[in-house]
């Protein structure tokens, strides 16, 4: 399996933090599933054009976050029991990505919209929230300098 990681070092938002966004939101779309090997650290950093310890504390608050466990000689994996985002989160993320395209909205004005209401302290009015569930987000991060296909599968010191 390859997935897309993407670094913008221009951005505001620090390179180790943009992996970690994307790396929990590859988990909570299921791209990324309990087991599955991310790349080392150094293979990582390298073809990201990033510092190595910039990927080691992305992997290391990813370990303390539970998304991750790392072993000597297994590598960095998805931890067991971290399932995808709730089905009907993913449902409404998914119409949200395809009516801002049709709007035509870049990534970064529709993640500045999601950000926006998350600041709001109450739902709107005629909002069509669960009440049984707990709401919750998962942010990946925007980017447009370095692109690198993780593969899943790849092992980690």
């Known amino acids: 399996m390859s997935l897309l990681l993407e670094v913008d070092l221009a951005s505001s938002v620090p390179a180790f933090e943009q992996i970690r966004l994307q790396v929990v939101a590859h988990v909570a779309a299921g791209r990324l599933t309990p087991g599955d090997h991310l790349p080392t650290i150094r293979a990582l950093a390298t073809d990201l054009g990033v510092a190595a310890g910039t990927v080691a504390r992305a992997y290391r608050e990813l370990e303390t976050a539970g998304v991750v466990t790392t072993r000597r000689r297994a590598g960095t994996t998805v931890a067991s029991g971290v399932s995808a985002a709730d089905a009907p989160g993913r449902h409404a993320a998914r119409l949200y990505v395809d009516t801002v395209r049709a709007a035509g909205l870049s990534d970064e004005e529709a993640l500045a919209l999601v950000r926006g209401a998350l600041m709001r ?3 709107e009015p ?12 998962a942010t990946q991060a925007s980017s447009r300098n370095a692109t690198k296909p993780m593969t899943a599968g790849a092992a980690t010191p």
């Open 121 to 123: 302290r109450e739902p």
């Open 126 to 137: 005629d909002a069509q929230v669960p009440r049984d569930r707990p709401t919750g987000s």
